[in-house]
Protein backbone atom coordinates (compact mmCIF):
# COMPACT_ATOMS: atom_id res chain seq x y z
CA UNK A 1 0.00 0.00 0.00
CA UNK A 2 2.79 2.23 0.91
CA UNK A 3 4.62 1.49 -2.19
CA UNK A 4 1.59 2.35 -3.85
CA UNK A 5 1.34 5.92 -2.70
CA UNK A 6 4.78 6.57 -3.52
CA UNK A 7 4.39 5.11 -7.01
CA UNK A 8 1.45 7.65 -7.44
CA UNK A 9 2.95 10.31 -5.92
CA UNK A 10 6.00 10.03 -8.62
CA UNK A 11 3.83 9.88 -11.49
CA UNK A 12 2.01 12.63 -10.41
CA UNK A 13 5.13 14.40 -10.13
CA UNK A 14 6.41 13.49 -13.11
CA UNK A 15 3.09 14.03 -15.43
CA UNK A 16 4.03 17.51 -14.04
CA UNK A 17 7.35 18.20 -15.09
CA UNK A 18 6.24 17.12 -18.62
CA UNK A 19 3.21 19.26 -18.48
CA UNK A 20 5.24 22.65 -17.44
CA UNK A 21 7.28 22.99 -20.55
CA UNK A 22 4.80 22.38 -22.58
CA UNK A 23 2.69 25.15 -20.56
CA UNK A 24 5.60 27.23 -20.86
CA UNK A 25 5.76 26.55 -24.52
CA UNK A 26 2.19 27.41 -25.33
CA UNK A 27 2.46 30.46 -23.25
CA UNK A 28 5.64 31.36 -25.28
CA UNK A 29 4.53 30.58 -28.48
CA UNK A 30 1.28 32.86 -27.46
CA UNK A 31 3.75 35.62 -26.54
CA UNK A 32 5.48 35.64 -30.05
CA UNK A 33 2.45 35.69 -32.16
CA UNK A 34 0.78 38.52 -30.12
CA UNK A 35 4.64 40.64 -30.62
CA UNK A 36 4.29 39.03 -34.28
CA UNK A 37 1.07 40.43 -34.85
CA UNK A 38 1.47 44.26 -32.97
CA UNK A 39 4.48 44.17 -35.09
CA UNK A 40 2.98 43.66 -38.69
CA UNK A 41 0.09 46.61 -37.25
CA UNK A 42 3.05 48.58 -36.96
CA UNK A 43 4.03 48.27 -40.07
CA UNK A 44 1.07 48.56 -42.34
CA UNK A 45 0.45 52.09 -40.28
CA UNK A 46 3.40 53.16 -41.19
CA UNK A 47 2.96 52.37 -44.56
CA UNK A 48 -0.01 54.36 -44.32
CA UNK A 49 1.85 57.13 -42.84
CA UNK A 50 -0.16 56.64 -39.83
CA UNK A 51 3.17 56.93 -37.67
CA UNK A 52 1.35 57.68 -34.76
CA UNK A 53 -0.47 55.13 -34.01
CA UNK A 54 2.60 52.69 -35.64
CA UNK A 55 4.38 53.91 -33.02
CA UNK A 56 1.97 52.79 -30.68
CA UNK A 57 1.97 49.28 -31.80
CA UNK A 58 5.60 49.31 -32.15
CA UNK A 59 5.74 50.19 -28.28
CA UNK A 60 3.22 47.79 -27.45
CA UNK A 61 5.61 45.42 -29.71
CA UNK A 62 8.51 46.16 -27.85
CA UNK A 63 7.38 45.73 -24.30
CA UNK A 64 5.59 42.33 -25.04
CA UNK A 65 8.89 41.06 -26.34
CA UNK A 66 10.77 37.51 -25.35
CA UNK A 67 14.16 37.89 -26.38
CA UNK A 68 16.71 41.19 -27.53
CA UNK A 69 16.49 40.64 -31.45
CA UNK A 70 12.64 41.37 -30.93
CA UNK A 71 12.76 44.22 -28.81
CA UNK A 72 15.87 45.86 -30.98
CA UNK A 73 13.78 45.66 -33.90
CA UNK A 74 10.23 47.16 -32.36
CA UNK A 75 11.90 49.58 -31.20
CA UNK A 76 14.18 50.70 -34.00
CA UNK A 77 10.40 51.09 -35.63
CA UNK A 78 9.63 52.98 -32.91
CA UNK A 79 12.22 55.59 -33.56
CA UNK A 80 11.36 55.77 -37.18
CA UNK A 81 7.70 56.31 -36.54
CA UNK A 82 8.73 59.42 -34.17
CA UNK A 83 11.24 61.21 -36.54
CA UNK A 84 7.92 60.76 -39.28
CA UNK A 85 5.98 62.78 -37.29
CA UNK A 86 8.96 64.61 -35.47
CA UNK A 87 8.83 63.83 -32.09
CA UNK A 88 13.08 64.83 -32.19
CA UNK A 89 12.82 64.85 -28.48
CA UNK A 90 11.61 61.20 -28.06
CA UNK A 91 13.27 59.68 -30.93
CA UNK A 92 16.95 60.80 -29.09
CA UNK A 93 15.53 59.42 -25.64
CA UNK A 94 14.97 55.97 -27.94
CA UNK A 95 18.33 56.00 -29.53
CA UNK A 96 20.10 56.59 -26.18
CA UNK A 97 18.04 53.39 -24.98
CA UNK A 98 18.93 51.37 -27.79
CA UNK A 99 22.59 52.53 -28.07
CA UNK A 100 22.53 50.98 -24.09
CA UNK A 101 20.34 48.20 -24.11
CA UNK A 102 21.61 46.84 -27.35
CA UNK A 103 25.04 48.50 -28.51
CA UNK A 104 25.95 45.52 -30.81
CA UNK A 105 22.77 46.33 -32.24
CA UNK A 106 21.95 45.55 -36.31
CA UNK A 107 20.47 49.32 -36.41
CA UNK A 108 23.30 50.44 -34.44
CA UNK A 109 24.44 51.83 -37.84
CA UNK A 110 21.82 53.27 -39.04
CA UNK A 111 21.06 55.08 -35.97
CA UNK A 112 24.42 57.18 -36.39
CA UNK A 113 22.28 58.30 -39.52
CA UNK A 114 19.40 59.18 -38.38
CA UNK A 115 20.88 61.09 -35.30
CA UNK A 116 22.42 63.03 -37.60
CA UNK A 117 19.04 63.53 -39.59
CA UNK A 118 17.78 64.87 -36.00
CA UNK A 119 20.79 67.01 -35.48
CA UNK A 120 20.61 68.60 -38.73
CA UNK A 121 16.64 69.33 -38.28
CA UNK A 122 17.71 71.03 -34.97
CA UNK A 123 19.92 73.03 -36.08
CA UNK A 124 23.31 71.49 -34.64
CA UNK A 125 25.06 71.71 -38.22
CA UNK A 126 28.44 71.13 -37.62
CA UNK A 127 27.29 67.66 -34.79
CA UNK A 128 25.35 66.76 -37.61
CA UNK A 129 28.22 66.80 -39.83
CA UNK A 130 30.38 65.07 -37.76
CA UNK A 131 27.65 62.61 -37.23
CA UNK A 132 27.41 62.05 -41.34
CA UNK A 133 30.77 61.49 -41.52
CA UNK A 134 31.32 58.85 -39.01
CA UNK A 135 28.49 56.91 -40.71
CA UNK A 136 30.27 57.53 -44.20
CA UNK A 137 33.00 55.85 -42.56
CA UNK A 138 31.77 53.00 -41.39
CA UNK A 139 30.12 51.57 -44.41
CA UNK A 140 31.22 49.45 -47.49
CA UNK A 141 30.82 52.60 -50.46
CA UNK A 142 30.34 49.70 -52.73
CA UNK A 143 27.44 47.81 -51.01
CA UNK A 144 24.24 48.61 -52.88
CA UNK A 145 22.11 48.06 -50.18
CA UNK A 146 23.71 51.19 -48.62
CA UNK A 147 24.40 53.52 -51.47
CA UNK A 148 21.26 55.13 -51.19
CA UNK A 149 22.25 56.04 -47.65
CA UNK A 150 25.54 57.33 -48.56
CA UNK A 151 24.38 59.64 -51.03
CA UNK A 152 21.96 60.92 -48.59
CA UNK A 153 24.24 61.30 -46.11
CA UNK A 154 26.43 63.08 -48.22
CA UNK A 155 23.53 65.43 -49.66
CA UNK A 156 22.76 66.20 -46.54
CA UNK A 157 26.27 67.34 -45.59
CA UNK A 158 25.76 70.10 -48.07
CA UNK A 159 23.24 70.58 -46.88
CA UNK A 160 24.41 71.51 -43.41
CA UNK A 161 27.38 73.41 -45.58
CA UNK A 162 24.61 75.17 -47.56
CA UNK A 163 22.86 76.31 -44.40
CA UNK A 164 25.49 77.96 -42.90
CA UNK A 165 26.39 79.78 -45.72
CA UNK A 166 29.41 78.44 -46.83
CA UNK A 167 28.47 77.36 -50.34
CA UNK A 168 31.80 76.46 -52.07
CA UNK A 169 32.20 73.69 -49.39
CA UNK A 170 28.35 72.40 -49.96
CA UNK A 171 29.17 72.43 -53.68
CA UNK A 172 31.76 69.96 -53.48
CA UNK A 173 28.92 67.27 -52.13
CA UNK A 174 26.24 67.83 -53.77
CA UNK A 175 28.82 67.57 -57.14
CA UNK A 176 29.97 64.52 -55.37
CA UNK A 177 26.25 62.75 -54.85
CA UNK A 178 25.73 63.57 -59.06
CA UNK A 179 28.95 62.02 -60.10
CA UNK A 180 29.00 58.81 -57.95
CA UNK A 181 25.73 58.19 -57.44
CA UNK A 182 23.76 59.48 -60.91
CA UNK A 183 20.42 56.60 -60.00
CA UNK A 184 20.24 58.21 -56.07
CA UNK A 185 17.00 59.53 -55.18
CA UNK A 186 19.11 62.76 -54.34
CA UNK A 187 20.44 63.26 -57.60
CA UNK A 188 17.57 65.76 -58.81
CA UNK A 189 17.80 67.57 -55.82
CA UNK A 190 21.32 67.92 -55.37
CA UNK A 191 21.63 69.30 -59.13
CA UNK A 192 19.02 71.85 -58.21
CA UNK A 193 21.28 73.00 -54.91
CA UNK A 194 23.98 73.38 -57.57
CA UNK A 195 21.63 75.97 -59.82
CA UNK A 196 21.18 77.38 -56.76
CA UNK A 197 24.49 78.16 -55.39
CA UNK A 198 25.27 79.58 -58.60
CA UNK A 199 22.36 81.90 -58.91
CA UNK A 200 23.44 83.14 -55.16
CA UNK A 201 27.09 83.48 -56.02
CA UNK A 202 25.63 85.62 -58.69
CA UNK A 203 23.32 87.85 -56.77
CA UNK A 204 26.46 88.21 -53.83
CA UNK A 205 28.50 89.34 -57.08
CA UNK A 206 25.70 92.11 -58.10
CA UNK A 207 25.33 93.09 -54.45
CA UNK A 208 28.86 93.39 -53.88
CA UNK A 209 29.30 95.58 -57.30
CA UNK A 210 25.97 97.27 -56.68
CA UNK A 211 27.75 98.45 -52.89
CA UNK A 212 30.88 99.50 -54.64
CA UNK A 213 29.08 101.53 -57.35
CA UNK A 214 26.92 102.74 -54.56
CA UNK A 215 30.37 104.07 -52.45
CA UNK A 216 31.98 105.05 -55.50
CA UNK A 217 28.82 107.45 -56.76
CA UNK A 218 29.64 108.70 -53.54
CA UNK A 219 32.91 109.70 -53.47
CA UNK A 220 32.62 110.86 -56.79
CA UNK A 221 29.70 113.45 -55.60
CA UNK A 222 32.18 114.12 -52.47
CA UNK A 223 34.89 114.79 -55.15
CA UNK A 224 31.98 117.23 -57.19
CA UNK A 225 31.15 119.06 -53.86
CA UNK A 226 34.51 119.61 -53.05
CA UNK A 227 35.67 120.99 -56.11
CA UNK A 228 32.89 122.78 -56.65
CA UNK A 229 33.33 124.86 -53.14
CA UNK A 230 37.60 124.93 -54.24
CA UNK A 231 36.81 127.03 -57.73
CA UNK A 232 33.85 128.99 -55.92
CA UNK A 233 36.83 130.00 -53.08
CA UNK A 234 39.55 130.67 -56.10
CA UNK A 235 36.80 132.58 -58.08
CA UNK A 236 36.20 135.30 -55.48
CA UNK A 237 39.90 135.53 -54.08
CA UNK A 238 40.27 136.29 -57.46
CA UNK A 239 37.55 138.98 -58.10
CA UNK A 240 38.46 140.37 -54.62
CA UNK A 241 42.04 140.78 -55.58
CA UNK A 242 40.67 142.74 -59.46
CA UNK A 243 38.43 144.62 -57.12
CA UNK A 244 41.00 145.98 -54.73
CA UNK A 245 43.25 146.82 -57.52
CA UNK A 246 40.90 148.90 -59.43
CA UNK A 247 39.95 150.33 -56.55
CA UNK A 248 43.64 151.19 -55.35
CA UNK A 249 44.25 152.49 -58.84
CA UNK A 250 40.82 154.78 -58.81
CA UNK A 251 41.61 156.29 -55.40
CA UNK A 252 44.84 158.25 -56.01
CA UNK A 253 44.68 161.88 -55.71
CA UNK A 254 45.32 164.12 -58.85
CA UNK A 255 47.35 166.54 -57.63
CA UNK A 256 49.46 163.40 -55.87
CA UNK A 257 49.20 162.12 -59.05
CA UNK A 258 50.59 165.38 -61.25
CA UNK A 259 53.49 165.53 -58.17
CA UNK A 260 54.76 161.96 -58.41
CA UNK A 261 57.12 161.12 -61.20
CA UNK A 262 56.04 159.18 -64.56
CA UNK A 263 55.78 155.78 -63.78
CA UNK A 264 57.93 153.75 -66.54
CA UNK A 265 56.75 151.92 -69.37
CA UNK A 266 57.68 148.73 -67.84
CA UNK A 267 55.79 149.24 -64.60
CA UNK A 268 52.77 150.13 -66.45
CA UNK A 269 53.68 146.99 -68.32
CA UNK A 270 53.77 144.68 -65.60
CA UNK A 271 50.55 145.84 -63.34
CA UNK A 272 48.43 145.87 -66.71
CA UNK A 273 50.02 142.72 -67.44
CA UNK A 274 49.06 141.09 -63.87
CA UNK A 275 45.47 142.82 -64.19
CA UNK A 276 45.06 141.24 -67.62
CA UNK A 277 45.98 137.06 -66.10
CA UNK A 278 43.72 137.95 -63.34
CA UNK A 279 40.31 138.66 -65.43
CA UNK A 280 41.72 135.73 -67.61
CA UNK A 281 41.88 133.64 -64.68
CA UNK A 282 38.89 134.56 -63.87
CA UNK A 283 37.10 134.18 -66.72
CA UNK A 284 38.59 130.59 -66.84
CA UNK A 285 37.50 130.11 -63.63
CA UNK A 286 34.21 130.78 -64.56
CA UNK A 287 33.64 128.62 -67.60
CA UNK A 288 35.71 125.94 -65.82
CA UNK A 289 32.97 125.89 -62.76
CA UNK A 290 30.17 126.14 -65.80
CA UNK A 291 31.52 123.18 -67.43
CA UNK A 292 31.58 121.23 -64.06
CA UNK A 293 28.05 122.44 -63.09
CA UNK A 294 26.52 121.24 -65.98
CA UNK A 295 28.32 117.57 -65.82
CA UNK A 296 27.19 117.67 -62.09
CA UNK A 297 24.08 118.21 -63.13
CA UNK A 298 23.75 115.83 -66.53
CA UNK A 299 25.71 112.88 -63.84
CA UNK A 300 23.91 113.77 -60.50
CA UNK A 301 22.31 109.96 -60.85
CA UNK A 302 26.05 108.78 -60.14
Known amino acids: MQMTQKTHKFWLLFLGL ?8 AAQESGENVYLRRYQNGELLYQSS ?19 NDWSRALYWVILS ?45 DSLLLFTQYINSVTPDDPETADRIAAAYFWMGECLFTMGQFDEAEKFYIWVIDRFPDSPKYEVSTYR ?13 LALLQ ?17 RTYEHTLNTYQRRIADLSQDNDEIPAAQTVSLPEPSSSSDNEWQSLHERLLERARQLNRELDILITDYSDGGSL
Not at 18 to 25: G, H, Q
Not at 195 to 205: F, P, S, T, V
Open 212 to 228: WSHEESLRTSEEYQRRL
Open 18 to 25: MIFPAVFS
Open 50 to 68: RWHEAAVEFRRAQEISVNI
Open 82 to 126: QLAFADYGSAIKDMDELEKTAPNSVYTRDMVYHRARIYFNMGYFN
Open 194 to 206: LDLIKQKKIEAEL
